[in-house]
């Protein structure tokens, strides 16, 4: 079945590090894949996505890396600051509706 | 923040019970889905409705059903509650386009059974 796999589950940097997070989906036909950042309490938000078109995009601090054949996606953050401390979850969509959610990282930034 | 709103806020049923959870998508969207996000875990998809239909469900039971309103508006109902049942209700409001819709959640039910 679709599964997205999701490492590492915590991972802790100290500010202004790079911070890498690694997802592995199983659904070749998963097309879009989308990255969120869930602060405590609050709503998941779409930091940055892919399309399976795409190598890679950059946003700012921000980048997304797709290799389609491996069915792997990785999230980088360049200088990570004190507020990039939240719970990321990378996620793939399938049938071009179903989104399957990676089991997130829980992403420490220390001062 | 998002223009995706949801009611209740919190929620404390008894197994066995049933609730209705609402969604209110943000204007101009005519796609919805629903997730439960247990604590600690990602979001599993429950179902999605596009222009009051189902267009696609997850790996929930029956028991887990919805309705999407003309207005866009949408519900979640559970049936016979059960204690793995406590979770967050997220929903996520999106407008069909290419297939690479953004979703806009809401800030989600926290659901509580007992």
């Known amino acids: 079945g679709e599964n997205v796999e999701q490492h590492p589950s915590t991972l802790s940097v100290q500010e202004g590090d790079s911070a890498v997070i690694k997802c592995t989906y199983s659904?070749?036909?998963?097309?879009?894949f989308p990255w969120y950042k869930q602060e405590l309490g609050k709503r998941p938000q779409l930091i940055i996505d892919?399309?399976?078109?795409?190598g890679e995009k950059k946003d700012q601090r921000i980048a997304v890396t797709l290799n389609k054949t491996a069915k792997h996606f990785s999230l980088h953050i360049t200088e990570t600051q004190p507020e990039d401390s939240a719970v990321y979850f990378c996620?793939?969509?399938?049938?071009?509706?179903?989104?399957?959610f990676g089991a997130g990282t829980r992403l420490f930034v220390k001062a | 923040e998002t223009g995706v709103t949801q009611s209740p806020t919190h929620l404390i049923k008894t197994r066995g019970q049933q609730v209705t959870l609402r969604c209110s998508s943000q204007?101009?969207?005519?796609?919805v889905s629903w997730y439960q996000q247990a604590l600690g875990q990602g979001p599993q998809f429950i179902f999605q409705?596009?222009?009051?239909?189902?267009?696609g469900r997850g790996n929930f039971p029956p028991r887990f059903s919805g309705l999407q309103f003309p207005n866009y508006s949408s519900e979640l109902n559970v049936n016979a509650l059960e204690l793995d049942d406590s979770a967050l209700y997220l929903c996520?409001?999106?407008?069909?386009?290419?297939?690479?819709?953004?979703?806009?959640f809401g800030p989600g039910t926290r659901l509580t059974v007992l």
């Open positions: 892919i399309r399976s078109n795409v």
């Open positions: 204007s101009g969207h005519n796609t």
């Open positions: 659904d070749s036909a998963s097309n879009y």
């Open positions: 409705y596009y222009r009051e239909e189902e267009n």
């Open positions: 996620a793939a969509i399938v049938g071009g509706f179903k989104t399957i």
């Open positions: 996520a409001s999106s407008l069909r386009s290419d297939g690479f819709d953004e979703q806009f």
